[in-house]
């Protein structure tokens, strides 16, 4: 039972344009999600958060917009650079069980064309 | 200057065997986790502690067993190793607080022949 999906598995972009990434949840008692970005052969690395309690949080070049009723979020990554190319993943916690537990989409492989 | 640090990187084992693979982060964190990484890149959560005290435990095998002789440090040992325990494992630290921003370590790739 997979609660936080990413549907695309890849996506490419021309360096410079918007990438557009999404991730669906299915539990509302998500209440705080993270998106990580991982090169291969190291770990996540923490990127962008946001509380279920605001629907836009901006951080340079990278924004995540929540919609609570769709239980969507997406991350856009503007002007997309070639460093930017790597594994994002989208995760979720709650505090339905009083635990810090992230609940993690399978990532989306992001190719940045220069 | 790593914040969470994981030895050794790669660990290639035979079937049986047990082995360990150590966690310590320098952040100052309460919290921290063991997460598996499977060959269809699914990350979950295995375990979590909390100044020493287990707080998550994902329903793992007895086999696996978390230690943490101090809140900076998590070693994950895992008994009779079997060919499905091939993985990723990636140690992650947090300060506890809900919600939670975690840091992740580089991860330890285990392969079991």
């Known amino acids: 039972d997979q609660q936080v999906k990413q549907n695309s598995p890849s996506l490419s972009v021309q360096e410079g344009r918007i990438s557009i990434l999404n991730c669906d949840y299915t539990?509302?008692?998500?209440?705080?999600f993270l998106w990580y970005k991982k090169y291969p052969a190291e770990g996540p690395t923490f990127l962008i958060s946001?509380?279920?309690?605001?629907d836009k949080n901006e951080d340079g070049r990278f924004t995540v917009f929540l919609n609570k009723s769709a239980k969507h979020l997406s991350l856009h990554i503007v002007p997309s650079q070639p460093g930017d190319s790597a594994v994002y993943f989208c995760?979720?916690?709650?505090?339905?069980?009083?635990?810090?537990?992230?609940?993690f989409g399978t990532g989306t492989l992001l190719a940045v064309q220069p | 200057d790593t914040a969470v640090s994981q030895t050794p990187k790669y660990l290639v084992t035979q079937m049986g065997n047990d082995k360990s693979i150590k966690c310590e982060q320098n952040?100052?964190?309460?919290?921290m986790y063991w997460y598996k990484q499977d060959s269809k890149k699914f990350l979950k959560i295995m375990f979590s502690?909390?100044?020493?005290?287990?707080?998550i435990n994902e329903t793992v095998p007895n086999r696996f067993s978390p230690k943490s002789p101090d809140k900076a440090h998590l070693n994950l040992h895992i008994n009779s190793l079997e060919l499905g325990d091939s993985a990723v494992y990636f140690c992650?630290?947090?300060?506890?607080?809900?919600?939670?921003?975690?840091?992740f370590g580089p991860g330890t790739r285990l392969t079991v022949l």
């Open positions: 992650a630290s947090g300060l506890g607080l809900l919600p939670d921003t975690q840091y």
């Open positions: 539990n509302s008692m998500f209440d705080y």
């Open positions: 946001i509380s279920s309690i605001k």
């Open positions: 995760a979720a916690s709650g505090r339905g069980g009083a635990t810090n537990k992230l609940i």
């Open positions: 952040l100052g964190h309460d919290t």
């Open positions: 502690y909390n100044n020493k005290e287990l707080i």
